[in-house]
DNA sequence: CAGTGGTCTAGACCACATC
DNA sequence: ATGTGGTCTAGACCACTGT
């Protein structure tokens, strides 16, 4: 794909006129077809851009009356954390020069019976079995178990953990990250999770769990990853029904 | 509106037969323009039903391959919580008839600053303010801390916060829920916790702030919910891009 | 009533996967 | 080369909100 779709160019643009201020909370938003003119297209084609402003939270319609941006706080971290770049810690954090790992395991084994089955993998097919610390500013911020199959995610090394998985599978391996299933709960702290987020004996932790596919559905990721619960929340958006 | 929009048809009559076994995981699915022969409609409404089942994470598309449904588990949850409908504790539980309330504190008052911003109140609309024991077949299961405006919610009384607020706005009001912002986190257990939950003084506590809005986007709810780390985990799905 | 967003059509062409 | 899903058009009509 040479050239972004008509829609999303549109949607970006958007964004940026809300960000900037052209577009104020409360206050009008040009009618679907009179962006549909502005933009040399057809009405459908900005409603599916409107969709994604939607889909993030940034706006919502009102049939009869009009398409509005929200007001409501919270609101700041959509525009850095798009859709689906909130998955991994170093996307999480957003400035990877403040990222950096420290490895505390790291093998290649035959997968059990509940990684061949998330990962869907043959009993032959070998996974990474990996324990990483991961720091913000060398501060501990959370420790990871991470199992990815050795025949999506080929070439994993010493530098590749050191620094983003995320970024290797992106830009080396040149596929992009999809959809992800994610489980989030309470827990108490483990001895390691005590000893790696330098976190006391009876201090609660914030643990996620997810699998994690690739944009063309193939499964890469299976991880749990514990964060200090003074450290971290999770921010979730729930649209209504997006028509 | 009296009929049921036709994409919507279309997407449920397709979940059913994936719940039946008529499309299997890993299996084909249709291609769209069948599909639209079979429904007599366009490829177009197609399309934007099967759009719904990626948002949930029942299928997912491949250009150039086709449509298809997941194999993967974690799905279970996916046919009786839908998208909008994971947000009461009431709902979250499903049958309702295992849900009761003890209610610890109801009254009315004037709103402080935060909640003026997250409700978009005047300083003279006054909220209701309540604290709720939920229980699930008597046992503890959630302690929450609501805040709703009385004007957008009118007519709250021990009757209704015995049973289901949701249930409330929708049978009586008319009104339906819509999008919702959440941010979940772990914390250490209060007394409060302590007390309500029946759980231990170190034990986590799994906390979910939430402001919810109807689906004319009005706000009506900023609560605050505890639930025991061994009875109560939060389950996400991120689509990647949805096209 | 006028004006808005929501649904829907019947095509067309493009990008990608598979053989 | 064929077949799939992805994008896009230029309309039409319906449902709802406001006055």
Known sequence: MVLKPKYLIIAETLKQRIQNGTYLPGTPFPQQSKLAQEFQTSRVTVRKAIEQLIKIGLVYTQRGAGTFVRTTA???SHFDRAVDQYIGTTKLVGDQSRVSSQIIQFQIRYPNAEERQLLNLTPHEMVYDIQRQRLVDGEPYALEYTKMPVKTVPGIDETVLKASVYHYIETTLHQKIGAAYRKISAAKAT?????????QKFDPILRLRQVVFLENNVPFELSETHHRYDKEQITVYLPGHTK
Chains 1, 2 share one sequence.
């Open 74 to 76: 919270l609101k700041t």
């Open 191 to 199: 001895e390691a999770d005590q000893q790696y987020l330098a976190c």
